[in-house]
Each structure stands twice: as structure tokens, then as C-alpha cells.
């Protein structure tokens, strides 16, 4: 794992994703566009929802990077999980690690958009996953590292993040102003 260098401090539409392109293999004039989802899998998210939950008001957490050291302490996510319980929300964690209070799953790639999508909101680290739900109508609070990386990864400026004001963004030294971003939602 080779760590990569400073983000600079631009943002992600000034990004030149030709090189993303060429590494992937993909043509140069290729276009992002929002996924098609087969009905088998919609079907088997659902089931797995019904199985697991017994609220509409649901929330998905995901704490960390497949592979990656956890960059918010565990007990952040902890108390954050309590602090929703008690609000009336029913918990996910998408880990492999186990959370108290939540119900820890590790979901295969084809059911993430469709079970995603019936959550009343998701909050996530910056990770690859953003991207794959970043097509969803839900409400995400997305946290970065730094303002640097935000700027530079902001999925707000993605073309195929076609309900850019369902997204909030933060860094991870503002993690506590979710507590006031559920508040809100209630």
C-alpha cells in the first residue's frame, strides 16, 4: 500500500478522471451513468430488510474503508449508534467488525444500492461505497478527513450525484454536528 501524496486543494470537477479512465481500461470519451439494478436483487434486499427490521425509520452506517485503519475512533461510532437507537432509529453497520446496538452486515456489492435505498439516511466515511449509492435519493452525511480531500473528492460535484442536496459533507473533526443533523431530520 502505497500512501498517496497531498491532496491539492481543488475541486473534483477540475479533476482530469482521464487517468482514472486509462487505468481501469475504460475509452477516454466513456461517461459515468447511474447503474442498472436487476429485480432479483431489489427483491433479495428487501427480504433482507424485512427479515432484520421491523421500523420504516433506518439508518446505514459505514464506519471505515474495506481494509483500512478505522479513521474516526470506534467510540465515536458507538455512541453515535446509541445516540440514534434512542431516537427511534433501527441501526445497520455495513462491518465486518461488530458494533453493539446495530445490526452488523457485510453487504455483497449487488445488494448495496437497492438496500441502501430504503434507508432514511446513510452516514459513511469517503469511500468507494459512496460512489456506488451516490445515484440514491437518500439523505448521506459523508465525512472526509480534511477540507482538502473533501474539496478534491466531493461527491457533490460528481455529474452522476444527481441529488446533490440530499448530501451533506463534513470533515471528521465535525463528526459531533451529525447529532444535530438527525435532530433535524426528526
Keep these: 500500500n502505497i500512501p498517496l501524496p497531498p491532496l491539492p486543494n481543488i475541486k473534483t470537477r477540475y479533476f482530469n478522471f482521464t487517468l482514472i479512465k486509462l487505468n481501469y481500461g475504460l475509452p477516454i470519451n466513456s461517461q459515468f451513468s447511474k447503474p442498472h439494478i436487476e429485480t432479483i436483487h431489489i427483491k433479495k434486499a428487501r427480504s433482507l430488510i424485512n427479515k432484520l427490521s421491523t421500523t420504516k425509520k433506518m439508518v446505514l452506517l459505514v464506519p471505515f474503508a474495506h481494509g483500512e485503519k478505522l479513521p474516526i475512533k470506534m467510540k465515536l461510532w458507538q455512541n453515535l449508534i446509541n445516540y440514534l437507537n434512542n431516537s427511534g432509529y433501527q ?19 449487488e445488494l448495496i444500492i437497492p438496500f441502501v435505498e430504503n434507508m432514511a439516511l446513510v452516514i459513511s466515511v469517503r469511500t468507494g461505497f459512496v460512489d456506488l449509492i451516490s445515484s440514491t435519493k437518500v439523505k448521506k452525511i459523508i465525512i472526509y478527513k480534511n477540507k482538502a480531500e473533501m474539496n478534491f473528492w466531493s461527491i457533490k460535484e460528481y455529474r452522476y450525484a444527481s441529488v446533490k442536496n440530499e448530501i451533506i459533507e463534513i470533515t471528521q473533526n465535525e463528526f459531533n ?9 426528526n
Design 91 to 109: 441501526v445497520f453497520v455495513n462491518s465486518r467488525f461488530q458494533f453493539y446496538n446495530a445490526i452488523n452486515l457485510y453487504l455483497p456489492i
Design 177 to 185: 454536528k451529525i447529532y444535530n443533523m438527525i435532530k433535524v431530520l
